[in-house]
């Protein structure tokens, strides 16, 4: 299990901590929402569970490890990321951009690789893109594509930052719907500040006010609790 335990981070320069003293929990089988206003510390909570930023107090832990004492290589294989922005080579096809990872970093067989990713997109319903390249493809579908490339190392969890911002509202419900479909292939932890989708989506929330968690548990609950907080 991934959790934070009594994270407090403050960048530099900055007056104030963008992470006060958190600690939260993200348990396997569940889709997990970050949600806040904007500036309340998604973005730097999800940076330090993925071992970007490292707190200066407290830690993020990797089943009771903390993710600093974990091989690079191996914490990357086993935690995915996908930023806001994402990343895809312009130059490269979808495909050739889902296996260049997997042949450079984990030395594996052009052949091989192709067949994965093939199979990938067809299970995440998007094969017609695999021969495009990025500038020919839709944004919805550039955000599965990104998702597809990092499914494709078998991380134990997937962190997605904003993964909606570029979706208008239909294509947020069905990317909602589609993210959990693959709730057989990772653990989601799912930064949004789009309440709809996180409602859609997770299964669990953590509320995030100022840097602090304002509320955590099962969706609703958690939702509902920061409405209280709001009025
Ligand atoms: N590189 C940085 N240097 C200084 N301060 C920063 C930096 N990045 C973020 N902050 C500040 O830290 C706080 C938390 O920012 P963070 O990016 O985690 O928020 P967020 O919840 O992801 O917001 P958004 O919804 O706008 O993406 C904010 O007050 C922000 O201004
Ligand atoms: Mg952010």
Known sequence: ??????????????????????????????????????????????????????????????????????????????????????????????LENMTLAMRHAFGRDRRETDQEAEAMLERLGIAEILDRYPSQISGGQAQRAAIARGLLLRPDYMLLDEPTSALDARTTDAFAEWLRSLKDQTNFIVVTHDILFARRAADRGVCLMNGQIASEGPIEEALSRLHLNEK
């Open 1 to 94: 299990m991934i959790e934070a335990q009594n994270i407090t981070f403050r960048y530099p320069g900055a007056e104030t901590a963008a992470l006060s003293e958190v600690s939260v929990e993200f348990p396997r089988d569940a889709i997990s929402a970050i949600v806040g206003e904007s500036g309340s510390g998604k973005t730097t909570l999800m940076m330090c569970l993925g071992r970007f930023i490292r707190p200066a107090q407290g830690q993020a832990l990797y089943d009771r490890t903390d993710v600093f004492d974990i091989p690079e290589h191996a914490f990357r294989q086993r935690l995915g990321m996908v930023f806001q922005k994402l990343y895809l080579f312009p130059h490269l096809t979808v």
